[in-house]
């Protein structure tokens, strides 16, 4: 089976602008988290889908934003993109809603710059 | 909100010797998870800790959660060089992770 797919690898965007990220999750999982890691630090929790509703948020600014699809996949969208905005932006899929006794598998991530 | 603490940032060891790292939340935690990342790559889930007290084993690799399921930590014994990376200790309850231990290994 495919692991969690990310799209693209790597992205290079000005200040201003906007993005959008893209993930597939593992077939047979419903559940999406998206993450940011900023080099040299752990992921940070942005938001979690399932079954195409938000479960869950972080602490990030309203230029964050994603949804899901019927078929569980996930877009994740910045908008008026800060150079502190680059990063590896990594989803993650698992199988429930719940965090609780819930696996994530991580995708490669999608790296980030902000010129 | 819950703060989860990771130490030591670094270690550097020598091929054969043990590794230590540990995480420290401010608040009780419902469960904890363990991820190993790669330079350049991605998080991998290791193991995931629930009861108070927990021990487990994973070859070289034992993790344990503390009685009052507020640290945790991971232990590998004779380090090789296929363990290098960082380790990341993650709070389930708000998936807050720590900001990692960074381990190399001297051949």
């Known amino acids: 089976d495919a692991g969690v797919t990310q799209s693209p690898t790597h992205l290079i965007k000005t200040r201003g602008q906007h993005v959008t990220l893209r993930c597939s999750p593992i077939?047979?999982?419903?559940?999406v988290s998206w993450y940011q890691q900023v080099l040299g630090q752990g992921p940070q929790f942005i938001f979690q889908?399932?079954?195409?509703?938000?479960?869950g948020r972080g602490n990030f600014p309203d230029r964050f934003s994603a949804r899901q699809f019927p078929n569980y996949s996930s877009e994740l969208n910045v908008n008026a993109l800060l150079l502190g905005d680059s990063a590896l932006y990594l989803c993650a899929s698992s199988r429930g809603t719940g965090f609780i006794l819930d696996t994530q598998y991580f995708g490669p991530g999608t790296r980030l710059t902000v010129l | 909100g819950q703060q989860v603490m990771q130490i030591p940032q670094y270690q550097h060891v020598q091929e054969g010797e043990d590794f230590t790292t540990y995480c420290n939340s401010s608040?009780?935690?419902?469960?904890i998870q363990w991820y190993k990342q790669r330079p350049g790559g991605h998080p991998v889930f290791l193991i995931q800790l629930v009861k108070s007290g927990e021990v487990k084993k994973q070859k070289r690799l034992t993790f344990q959660f503390g009685e009052a399921k507020k640290n945790s930590s991971l232990h590998i014994t004779a380090t090789q060089t296929t363990d290098v990376g960082t380790y990341f200790c993650a709070g389930q309850d708000d998936m807050r992770f720590g900001a990692g231990t960074r381990l190399t290994v001297k051949p």
């Open positions: 077939s047979g999982h419903k559940s």
């Open positions: 889908y399932y079954e195409k509703e938000e479960r």
């Open positions: 608040t009780t935690l419902s469960n």
